[in-house]
């Protein structure tokens, strides 16, 4: 059983940055691709980042390159997603998922253990 706890989020200017926590209670974390995905009122949970379990590739969706990075540290068992530049188009929940020994791929579909979310908000 996989157990995801998001940290991080809160109401912040355009222009500013945030950084988002994903706390994992699992053993060998070192073994899930983690992501992380948006979800905005009356949308569908959308694709942000997320990073292979080996920490060595990492996949990002074009609206947030350049702007937002992903990272992990296995050894607290933690994903990290580094937001700058934010932007109001940028407020959602955002949740973190992992799956186990796969590709950091977008599809939230391939993603079977979800946290509760973490609200992001960003005003003009």
């Known amino acids: 059983q996989v157990q995801l706890v998001e940290s991080g989020g809160g109401l912040v200017q355009a222009g500013a940055s945030l950084r988002l926590s994903c706390a994992a209670s699992?053993?060998?974390?070192?073994?899930?691709?983690m992501g992380w995905f948006s979800q905005a009122p009356g949308k569908e949970r959308e694709f942000v980042a997320a990073i292979k379990y080996s920490g060595g590739l990492t996949n990002y969706a074009d609206s947030v390159k350049g702007r937002f990075t992903i990272s992990r540290d296995n050894a607290k068992n933690t994903v990290y997603l580094q937001m700058n530049s934010l932007t109001p188009e940028d407020t959602a929940v955002y949740f973190c998922?992992?799956?186990?020994?796969?590709?950091?791929?977008?599809?939230?579909?391939?993603?079977?253990?979800w946290g509760q979310g973490t609200q992001v908000t960003v005003s003009s």
């Open positions: 998922g992992a799956q186990y020994l796969l590709e950091p791929v977008p599809e939230s579909n391939k993603y079977p253990y």
């Open positions: 699992v053993r060998s974390f070192n073994r899930y691709t």
